[in-house]
């Protein structure tokens, strides 16, 4: 299974970057999907995740200015960051939870590489 996430860069105070995390490889289903960031120093915190019926849950601090989705024919999860603050500067890592086949009791957490977001002036 690979993940890979794309959409990072460096843009001003109150601007706008998509984050998309693409799954492929042997996958025969994923429950929760989810983008996660970290900062030197600090340990890797949830941003916001969204689960296969999509329901999402954001984290307080990004409330009213992310917005996760999914598209489940694609294994694509995305993150719209509006607004974006100098403190959303971090590396972003999304994280799926997957089955390779339907006779796989469990899903399996699996991280994707980190993309950094820099928001400067």
């Known amino acids: 299974v690979q993940l890979q996430a794309s959409g990072g860069g460096s843009v001003q105070p109150g601007g706008s970057l998509r984050l998309s995390c693409s799954a492929s490889g042997s996958i025969f289903s994923i429950n929760n999907m989810g983008w996660y960031r970290q900062d030197p120093g600090n340990q890797r915190d949830l941003v916001a995740s969204?689960?296969?019926?999509?329901?999402?849950s954001y984290a307080d601090s990004v409330k009213g200015r992310f917005t996760i989705s999914r598209d489940n024919a694609k294994n694509t999860v995305y993150l719209q960051m509006n607004s974006l603050k100098p403190e959303d500067t971090a590396v972003y890592y999304c994280?799926?939870?997957?089955?390779?086949?339907?006779?796989?009791?469990?899903?399996?957490?699996?991280w994707g590489q980190g993309t950094l977001v820099t928001v400067s002036s």
């Open positions: 969204i689960t296969l019926g999509g329901r999402t």
């Open positions: 994280k799926i939870g997957f089955r390779a086949y339907s006779a796989d009791p469990y899903y399996t957490p699996y």
